[in-house]
């Protein structure tokens, strides 16, 4: 019997012509795809263990390398194809569950390349962002009904609210998931952008706390790294109560990622297994959520917003209005293309339902129930651009979540396979010698860069809708028409079909 | 008993044109002229002066819409609201009066007077009522009146189809029609009313409308908004509106700029200046540099009423009981003058239109962005003092 029933997923094609053999990509490569033949004086590839990182070919000082697809092929079955024939084999082989890395690609409708903005023309005259202000500030947090005002001041002060120059934050990725690094970019880009980055489960290493104001911490169900002063380090308090890439299953963080710095920022011994149970074990109702919502809020004194992260499933809409009932201030949902370090496959390509649907049908239930100001609305996975976040806000978004996006602008080149820990990029991994390739600094520049081009393109887009400040496109489903979508997908995101 | 039909829209009106393109099942761009004229102390004068006004705007209207409020008009009726409003057909009527009944002790009911115009075509009844809350119904909703004849109005202009109450204040009224301002005018006899407060409105809109109601000036009890451009922010105002109990069943901007000042003024009872930092709010940059009091308190307006910001291009005039006030947006998209003559305050879409009624005219200035110009009248009660 063959060793392996299958074969490689990429071909490595190294242009002898050009290559050099100076080794660079065998030194770069932690999969030791490249090797030198110190016999033979030169360096050869071994297909099987390339994942398609990129970070060769890109390295490269000759250009010598192209990745590819593999040649081979099984023969042409639309019903079993190769996917679904080498996962077969892959479990036959080792009798586990798959696992799989960042959100799901698999070819459902993404609603977003549905949608369509309005511009103004004729009756109400464009703005250009050059010449007039056009604004994206942005507050998060429970907003009372009224203002009341007593001789000209501010009577009783709002509730706590996460102020955010542009509605766009980092959504929660812990350190053990992504290296110190990658956490340090995160936190450098949105303390000098002015927004948010988000802890995850993995606690607030101490080199992070004085990046305090621009976090917000985490509070998931295996409570790594919480005490009161990571409570009060933050701006927020997030609880999560689940992940769009696998709604209904918990966390595990393999010992080997468990290195001094994780296990004392996670305060668990080193080299253990950090499992996440799939429920808080002390909820197990909407009544335990408000429970803790007010146990956090009592922690911190009343003086930050509590969030509540969720995962898009079929009876958001309900779940969401009891959410804000409960107190949450901010409810973040996440869709079922929201990126992981590590999910079962068959979860994550499964289990959820698409972002744009579920925050259109949320907004929309909260404001028939008259709560919609009590509580703002965070949407992520997947947000790809800033034409993504302009429709989201259109839709009911006060702010959106990025991940995937920041961890790309990185350096990520969506190989997949971060629950591997051997990212060549330096970002998914804690092995020393990879996080010194992501370089803090440079990944901040480079981070926010993107936010200032989305910034610079969202502006483009508001001035041409006539609007001048992103309230005011929030919530406005007018601005959208859909495109190629079925009455029931206009009918549940409250737009209008293109031409009417 | 009533029942109110499964249509809350009020349907076409003028035939031929199908029911789809009608006012109220979608948005229809406009724009216009808008013209007013208050005497600030209370004086009431005859309706020829702003109909000659709004006249000399001919051409910024196209005649598909025009109207006229007036502030001061049944002094003998003044401690009744009075309702103006439109019925499509003797059902409408039928339906409204009983619904009204159960409701109002209804004081007088009858015709407004109207005149023969040959530009003024496809009428439809035109009624005026002055009633009160009845006081069984009125403690059992356990509202105050205004907010009690509010839902009223909302029931009757969504749920019963073909009428349309234009205007539900107290010692004023609307006059609306579809047609050029100066043939409403005629229509309606305005210069036979005198008010101390006048406002007009020539509708320049981008498709045929197909209901009366669509006229301007728009009315909720005793606000009424005249109101030049388009606003880009309508659907967020709206969909913010519907959680407190508005029902936007025009589609028209003008409705929702109403709803938006008596949500903010009548309801949650903010000053003029307040509502105006609120719905043309100052920039961030320029709140930045406010003194910390009146940073923190501008900071929370933006925050809590985000989503009553009204953005995109506009020149307003809202008139209540006793006071007016006029506002671009805080770019200023839009032209609006102002100016002055012994107690008379004239406002306008264009100079001219003021020139024209009063050449004497002086302190003519053209409004900023943002800044609104607010004038009260002497001795009369209302909001804002």
Known sequence: MAIDMTFPEFQIERDRDKCIDCQVCARQCSNQAHFYDEEEGIVVSDDSKCVNCLRCVTLCPTKALTIKKHDMEFKLNANWNETAIKEIYKQAATGGMLLTGMGNDRNYPIFWDHILLNASQVTNPSIDPLREPIELKTFLGSKPERVLIENGRLAEPLPPQLELEIPVMFSAMSFGSISLNACKTLAMTASAIGTMYNTGEGGLHKDLYKYGKNTIVQVASGRFGVHPEYLNAGAAIEIKMGQGAKPGIGGHLPGEKVGAEVSSTRMIPLGTDAISPAPHHDIYSIEDLKQLIYALKEATEYRKPVSVKIAAVHNIAAICSGIARAGADIIAIDGYRGGTGSAPTRIRDNVGIPIELALAAVDSRLREEGIRNRVSLVCGGSIRNSADIIKAVALGADAVYVASAALIAMGCHMCQKCYTGKCNWGIATQDPNLVKRLNPEIGTRRLKNLLNAWSHEMKEMLGGMGINAIESLRGNRLMLRGIGLMDNELRVLGIKAAGE | ?385
């Open chain 2, 1 to 385: 008993m009533f029942t109110f039909g499964e249509s809350n829209r009020v349907g076409a009106h003028i035939s031929g044109i199908s029911e789809n393109f009608s006012e109220g099942n979608m948005r229809i761009p406009a724009g216009c002229a808008i013209s007013a004229i208050a005497n600030v102390k209370g004086i009431p004068f005859s309706g020829k002066a702003i109909r000659d006004s709004i006249a000399n705007m001919r051409e910024r209207s196209n005649g598909l819409g025009g109207g006229f409020a007036a502030y001061g008009i049944y002094p003998e009726y003044k401690g009744f609201y009075a309702f103006h409003i439109f019925y499509e057909g003797c059902a409408a009527q039928e339906n409204t009066e009983c619904f009204l009944g159960e409701n109002f002790d209804i004081e007088v009911g009858g015709k407004i007077p109207t005149r023969k115009v040959v530009g003024i075509t496809d009428a439809p009844l035109i009624w005026r009522y002055f009633l009160a809350p009845r006081v069984d119904k009125l403690a059992e909703s356990e509202l105050n009146a205004d907010e009690f004849v509010m839902r009223c109005v909302m029931r009757v202009n969504s749920s019963i189809d073909g009428a349309y109450i234009a205007s539900s204040g107290k010692n004023m009224g609307v006059f609306k029609a579809v047609g050029y301002p100066e043939d409403v005018a005629d229509f309606y006899m305005i210069d036979t009313y005198k008010a101390y407060i006048w406002t007009a409105h020539g509708r320049f809109p981008t498709n045929t409308p197909g209901w009366w109601g669509g006229a301007h000036p728009f009315a909720l009890l005793d606000w009424t908004v005249v109101h030049n451009g388009e606003i880009s922010s309508y659907g967020a105002n709206v969909r913010f509106l519907e959680m407190f109990g508005y029902k936007c069943t025009l589609q028209t901007d003008t409705e929702a700029i109403t709803y938006i000042f008596d949500h903010l003024v009548r309801r949650h009872g903010l000053s003029f200046e307040v509502a105006v930092a609120t719905v043309a709010a100052p920039f961030w940059d320029d709140i930045e540099r406010m003194l910390p009091e009146k940073r923190e308190l501008i900071k929370a307006l933006r925050a809590t009423y985000a989503s009553l910001l009204i953005n995109g291009p506009f020149s307003i005039i809202l008139a209540w009981g006793n006071g007016l006030m006029a506002l671009n947006d805080r770019i200023k998209l839009r032209s609006l003058v102002s100016a002055q003559h012994g107690d008379n305050i004239y406002i306008a879409s264009e100079e001219a239109a003021i020139r024209t009624v009063c050449p004497e005219a002086t302190n003519v200035r053209s409004l900023g962005g943002g800044e609104p110009l607010l004038v009260f009248i002497e001795g009369i009660d209302g909001y804002g003092n």
